[in-house]
């Protein structure tokens, strides 16, 4: 080890000795991968390896004295802690300002390689962060490190940084199409091997030394040729290139003849695509890169890329820009100059790459930060309201709008990635039904929808509260049905909405009252004045007497009796019968919410009723039950098994969530032939493991 590196390292170690990952394992694991990578893989001086170390040293103890360590490492030791010092939402999650902040925060080019470097080893740790640190390092790597490492010509990191992104961001796809290269892999040799047979001898006369390696694209590339071309994995025709690498003397116009050889050959031999031709000899890219690119057609109508260049062109592609001046030792000072000219070029200008040519962020997530710099993932078309319900339920509540990166908006503002967003909040502020208008994400309409249900369902027991006082004032009764025929006069669905209506004032309590009085005196009227109408005297009756009617199951069809919708009387139940104006009798259960008022006020129309014996082996009796159970999924099966066990037909089912409780209210409506049967079917109900409570209406 260099000497300049071990004192660096011995330094670091001496303050982060006691620093751990979040794995537990020692942080100088870091450090010393980070270092490695500089070295071995991006071929970096010394100097930039002592960076490393003293950066992270320095970067946790600011006071440490590092004074005596080369000019050069101290200017990248503090590029390095500035540039640490970036905030992601500093960067927008956009790649050219990311570059801009660190040209101005360091003076040496080579601290963005090394950031390269450091990156590169976090990614291949990745597994050790938690899910949330996990999920914002995956994005920065996507829309800031990789980005800057094509452009900085380090294509194999880039490459590495593709493939870890879309483990992690999709590892579905990944397997698919991982399994996919491994299971084709042979049949990319044989077509390897098919390509060059008719090339050997022309190459070989010409004296061209060479060998051939196959270059498949990432699986993260595939993925995105699939995405873009809207085809199959089958259908990406240039899963992997041919590589020429030609063994020569390190002469440009040796080289360039050299390539340019090879690339008659192949184009003799083979249909090439000039469309697809690019020309990188003769214009390198800006970072340098080196090669000739050609797709070409073999005899079996395949297509193949093929990819030229010489062994210093294949290193320096493969190294990146530090190669210019490693690639077999060579340090001369004009060398290294031209490198960090080209760094530096990279750096402050915008690639010469076509942006489809770059990852690209997804299409249905838009990543935004809190003031405070933390990161949010939200669905494409957010707003600032979803942005607020998405940090807390009661900022969420509260919202009465926003500032997008210092700018006053309101709450339906739609957000773009990379903005930093505070919510502004009132006191007096709650939940709209427009506000549903207002929000994409599945969270922000929940709870809305439940804030907004918490304050229908205050209204409506303030509602009851004001009628109940209203009526006991006025001593008037309201029964459940009165009430239902009020509802559905005024077009109320719902009981809840009907009283938080009575709370808010929109239903005036003085009208109820007149409907009532109306009600009362009509059915004053019939008693007094009208006549009852004649019926069958074979069914035995007489109003008032202590005369029993007997009730046959098969004629509750008829006219002369009917059951009240109001109870639902089965066969069994312990019933009264209640004489009409102009519908015969009206048999009630004794239970009936009815009950009391009419035998209380109209005594003299109470009938006494018994079932007739077996009549409810032939007749069928609705009924209504109200379950409420626990959210479990299994109960709604469990309360099917129990009814299908007994004599029952099911009529309707419904089940509706209460998300204030937590549980499920299941209606039942079903056809028994007696009361016994219903017993059965309530029993079992209610013995069952998630039910909560079994009421029959």
């Known amino acids: 080890m260099d000497e300049i590196v071990s004192k660096a390292r011995d330094l670091a170690l001496s303050v982060l000795k006691d620093e751990t990952r979040y794995d537990g394992t020692p942080f100088m694991g870091h450090v010393d991968g980070v270092a490695r990578i500089v070295e071995d893989e991006i071929a970096l001086p010394s100097s930039c390896v002592a960076a490393v170390y003293l950066h992270e040293a320095t970067r946790k103890h ?63 740790s990745l597994a050790i962060f938690p899910k949330s640190l996990r999920e914002q390092k995956i994005l920065e790597t996507l829309m800031l490190y990789i980005p800057l490492a094509h452009q900085l010509g380090l294509y194999n990191i880039k490459r590495e940084l593709e493939d870890i992104y879309f483990r992690y961001a999709d590892p579905e796809q990944y397997r698919a199409i991982t399994n996919k290269l491994k299971a084709t892999e042979r049949d990319r040799e044989r077509l390897m091997m098919e390509f060059i047979e008719p090339l050997k001898q022309k190459l070989s006369d010409a004296g061209i030394k060479y060998k051939l390696k196959i270059r498949t694209k990432t699986a993260y590339s595939i993925y995105r040729k699939m995405q873009v071309q809207k085809v199959p994995f089958e259908g990406v025709y240039d899963v992997f290139a041919i590589r020429f ?62 990819q030229i260049r010489t062994k210093r062109m294949d290193y320096e592609a493969e190294n990146g820009n530090a190669a210019h001046w490693a690639y077999k030792g060579i340090q001369h000072e004009a060398s290294t100059d031209r490198w960090l000219e080209s760094v530096r070029y990279a750096l402050e200008h915008p690639a010469d790459t076509k942006p489809e040519d770059l990852p690209q962020p997804p299409k249905n997530e838009i990543f935004v930060y809190t003031p405070n710099g933390d990161l949010r993932i939200l669905a494409a078309g957010s707003s600032v309201l979803d942005f607020a319900f998405n940090i807390h339920t009661n900022i969420g509540s509260h919202c009465t709008g926003g500032k997008i990166n210092g700018k006053a908006v309101p709450i339906r503002e739609k ?8 919510i502004l909040m009132g006191k007096n502020q709650s939940p709209k039904r427009e506000w549903l208008n207002w929000v994409v994400t599945g969270k922000a309409r929940t709870k809305i929808k439940q804030e907004l249900d918490s304050a229908e369902r205050k209204a409506s027991a303030d509602g009851r509260e004001i009628l109940a006082r209203k009526f006991k004032n006025w001593k008037i009764d309201w029964s459940d049905a009165w009430q239902m025929e009020y509802m559905k006069a005024h077009k109320y669905s719902n009981v809840i909405n009907f009283m938080a209506d009575i709370s808010r004032g929109v239903v005036d309590v003085n009208d109820i009252k007149a409907f009532i ?89 109470i009938q006494k009723v018994v079932w007739q014996e077996g009549s409810g082996n032939s007749g069928d009796f609705q009924v209504s039950l109200n379950i409420t159970a626990d959210k479990e999924q299994s109960v709604i099966a469990d309360v099917m098994s129990v009814i299908n066990r007994f004599k029952t037909s099911l009529r309707s089912f419904n089940v509706n969530e209460n998300d204030r409780n937590g549980s499920y209210e299941i209606s039942v409506r079903l056809l028994v032939p007696s009361n016994l049967e219903l017993d059965k079917v309530i029993s079992q109900l209610g013995m069952l493991k998630h039910v909560q409570k079994v009421k029959r209406l």
């Open 62 to 124: 600011k006071d440490l004295d590092i004074s005596g360590f080369p000019h050069d490492v101290l200017v990248m030791t503090d590029g390095l802690n500035k540039i640490s010092s970036i905030r992601l939402k500093d960067t927008q999650l956009q790649a050219e300002k990311y570059k801009k902040l660190i040209v101005q925060y360091s003076t040496d080019p080579r601290v963005a390689v090394i950031k390269i470097g450091d990156r590169l080893e976090v990614m291949r």
């Open 245 to 306: 690498i030609i063994d020569c003397d390190q002469d440009p116009k040796l080289e360039k003849e050299l390539c340019w050889k090879v690339y008659s050959y192949v184009t003799e031999e083979y249909e090439a695509d000039t469309k697809r031709l690019r020309d990188w000899l003769t214009t390198p890219r800006p970072n340098g890169y080196e090669s000739l690119h050609i797709t070409v057609k073999n005899a079996r109508g395949a297509y193949v890329e093929v």
């Open 415 to 422: 957000l773009q990635t990379g903005d930093t967003v505070e």
């Open 517 to 605: 009085q109306h009600k009362q005196e009509a059915v004053a009227t019939h008693t007094d004045h009208g006549e009852i109408p004649e019926v069958d005297h074979n069914l035995n009756y007489a109003a008032g007497s202590d005369e029993i009617l007997v009730i046959n199951a098969r004629n509750v069809k008829g006219l002369e009796y009917k059951l009240a919708k109001c109870c639902n009387p089965v066969f069994g139940d312990d019933v009264f019968g209640f004489v009409t104006r102009t519908e015969g009798i009206k048999i009630h259960r004794m239970s009936c919410p009815n009950a009391a008022q009419l035998m209380e006020k109209y005594p003299y129309r």
